[in-house]
């Protein structure tokens, strides 16, 4: 490492300072931090108790010469950053120079460092800041630095920490998230003598990820990739079924720092738009690199938030490349085995440590590239011509009533049959053709039967798949209706449905008027507090009027549409979740078919909700489960 310089006051006063040390685990962060600067390879991070008694670092980095050991220490002190200029591109996790000064003030510190390729290296002890002693000293290359007693001369700041195990907590969630954001170097946490993780360093995403968060976690997830103009995106997003009830497991590292930004975030969740239960929080693990001149790490003193020169780009990056993931996702969820039957299958408790790089990836979870086809955007994609016919049937009146006396299976697929006999003339050949050309190939199946009443039996070669027929069609009419570029068909009903409504529920109905109507609901005023429902979306039953209404109703009530493009989504959602096909009910078979070749095709994969659609089942699944193979 190049040798040390103080920063000139002027280039110090232009540095974000701040606190640097709150407590154990901001002293973890910024020893990491400048091991990884120092180009280790192998870092051990040991705390004991909650931190403030005893953290240790070592790595097997440059390690400092005799002379610049002690003035490490000082304020400003950096090899990192020499002038103003140097500020707008830092390469480097640290550049200010004030962590070594900060923490040495309020502990007692302990070095052992020696420089690559040097004879012997040197031992400082330091104490409130001061050098207690400076020998030559026997130890391997690289560095140690031992922290005792953090806060012992503060009192006050003593008093804040909160207990052992919480702030204990805190630093092992710290070192993680460092290591994390560094795939090539092997970290190594210890607490009270006991290791609590390790990663491989062997450069790989995947196996960092994996050893660090486990794997249900990374079990979960896809492979994210992508590239723009110098901005290169990697890493992995979890699979919408794998939602989560927070936020806690999104990771964001910016050219190896981990960093919390709302515009990356946004990116993230808008991707996952209609795949996720409401309330469940995608989990991520993303690598942005970009050139340093095109980040701004110096906005805040710890470094975790940053400033973006090219939001737009950096948001769009994002965005698209979650999207394609998630488009590209080949594999349905695997299937969930109940927690007996995983132990019986399962024998390896230390599955991961003994687990290949080779059988991790056969697992599905490093999913290769997604093809990168560009995102339909909605302009581009193929409009649904299935549902031309709506003008026509909207005219007759008898088709209606008929229509009200079927089942909704019934009626969906009577009224399919007709649209598609008065569109199949209409439709332009050019447009059939299109329609052809992006029609996916299906692997070839056989659909066994159903179970249950419920879920869909398909042979697929040595793969069995279950299709929740319910969540299926729900998605299937939801994206139906979505891509609806017209006013959706709506239904008169010929005795109109009562409601009674109290004034804040009149007033969220009012407000939502338009949007209802667009989308098939007629609610009039009936005098008072009473209502009723005089037409609603042709898909869904007669019966189901009311609870449809209720249900948009407790949605808005709860706040879930606080924009329009939301209200409409969830209104469609229920639309979509009424008119759809019902556990329980019998299906045909041209509509089991249908269901089928809509899941094969890969375009249904969640219903609107983000359940998964459907399961697999392999060959080696089974035989596990009988214990032909262990
Ligand atoms: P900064 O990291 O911002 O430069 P620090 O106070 O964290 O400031 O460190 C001061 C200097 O001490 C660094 O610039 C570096 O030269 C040296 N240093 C600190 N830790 C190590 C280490 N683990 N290996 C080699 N050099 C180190
Ligand atoms: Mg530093």
């Known amino acids: 490492m190049p040798s040390i310089n103080i920063l000139s006051p002027h280039v110090a006063d232009l540095i974000a300072a701040g606190e640097v040390v709150e407590r154990p685990a901001s002293v973890i962060k910024e020893l990491m931090e400048n091991a990884f600067d120092a180009g280790a390879k192998n870092v051990t991070v040991e705390i004991r108790g909650g931190g403030a008694p005893y953290i240790r670092v070592t790595d097997d980095g440059c390690g400092m010469a005799p002379e610049d050991a002690g003035v490490a220490f000082l304020r400003h002190a ?17 550049f200010r120079g004030e962590a070594l000064a900060a923490i040495s003030a309020v502990s007692h510190i302990e070095l052992h460092t020696r420089e690559k390729g040097s004879q012997s290296g040197t031992r400082v002890t330091l104490s409130g800041g001061d ?52 795939p090539e170097v092997s970290v190594r946490m210890l607490r009270d003598g006991k290791e609590e993780f390790f990663s491989p360093g062997d450069g790989r995403e995947d196996s960092c990820v994996y050893t660090l968060l486990g794997r249900e976690l990374a079990g ?37 720092r981990f960093i919390r930004s709302q515009l990356l975030q946004a990116a993230l969740e808008q991707a996952y738009r ?41 948001f769009d990056l994002v ?24 132990k019986a299958v399962e024998p390896k408790p230390d599955f ?38 709506f003008a026509t049937l909207r005219e007759t009146a ?95 009903l010929l005795t109109p449905a009562h409601l009674r409504l109290n004034a804040a529920d009149a007033e969220l109905l009012e407000q939502n008027g338009e949007l209802l109507a667009e989308l098939g609901f007629e609610i009039e005023e009936f005098g008072g507090d009473d209502y009723v429902i005089r037409a609603i979306p042709a898909d869904i039953l007669f019966s189901d009027a009311l609870p449809a209404v209720e249900e948009i109703l407790e949605k808005l009530r709860r706040g879930k549409a606080p924009d329009k493009q939301s209200a409409r989504d969830e209104i469609l959602h229920t639309v979509a979740c009424k008119a759809a096909i019902k556990a ?10 249908r269901i089928v070749r809509e899941v094969l095709s890969g375009r249904v994969k969640y219903c609107p909700h983000g359940r998964p659609v459907s399961a697999i089942l392999t060959r080696k699944d089974l035989d596990k489960m009988f214990k032909r193979i262990v």
């Not at 901005?231 to 590292?253: I, M, Y």
């Not at 698209?320 to 007996?340: F, Q």
């Not at 199946?445 to 929740?468: A, F, N, P, R, S």
Request: net charge neutral; aromatic share 6%.
């Open 398 to 492: 008898e088709t209606m009533q008929q229509s009200l006396d079927l089942t909704a299976p019934q009626k969906i697929e009577k009224f399919e049959e007709k649209v598609q006999d008065s569109t199949a003339n209409r439709v332009e050949p050019v447009e059939k053709a299109v329609q052809n050309v992006e029609k996916p190939a299906l692997p070839a199946y056989q659909i066994l039967g159903e179970t249950m009443k419920t879920y869909i039996l398909v042979e697929l070669g040595e793969e069995l798949m279950l299709i929740d027929k319910h969540a299926a069609h729900e998605r299937m009419n939801f994206d139906r209706l979505r891509a609806m570029d017209r006013e959706i068909m709506s239904q008169t």
């Open 78 to 94: 950096t090899s990192k950053l020499h002038d103003e200029r140097g500020l707008e591109a830092i390469q480097t996790m640290g």
């Open 352 to 389: 991961y440590r003994s687990m290949s790089a080779e059988s991790f990836r056969s697992n599905g979870y490093a999913v290769e590239k997604p093809k990168s086809a560009p995102l339909p955007t909605p302009a581009s994609a193929p409009k649904p011509t299935a549902f031309a016919g």
């Open 131 to 182: 050098i207690q002693e400076m020998l030559p000293d026997g130890c391997p290359e690289g560095t140690t630095m031992i922290v005792r007693d953090l806060f012992y001369n503060t009192p006050a700041r003593l008093k804040f920490l909160k207990s052992d195990r919480a702030e204990a907590g805190t630093c092992v969630q710290t070192a993680l998230r460092c290591a994390l954001g560094r």
């Open 220 to 256: 979960s997830m896809l492979r994210c990739v992508s590239e723009d103009e110098g901005l290169k995106l990697t890493g992995f997003v979890s699979s919408p079924s794998a939602g989560r009830g927070n936020r806690s497991a999104q990771f964001f590292f910016c050219n190896g």
């Open 584 to 593: 329980g009910w019998d299906t045909s078979d041209a509509e089991r078919e």
């Open 274 to 314: 209609n795949t996720l239960l409401t309330g469940r929080y995608p989990a991520c693990v993303l690598y942005l690199n970009l050139s340093a001149a095109s980040v701004d790490v110096n906005v805040h003193p710890a470094k975790v938030e940053v400033k973006f020169s090219y939001e737009k780009k950096v």
């Open 319 to 342: 965005y698209n490349a979650v999207r394609l993931s998630l488009e590209g996702e080949n594999r349905t969820a695997a299937v969930e085995l109940s927690s007996s039957t995983r």
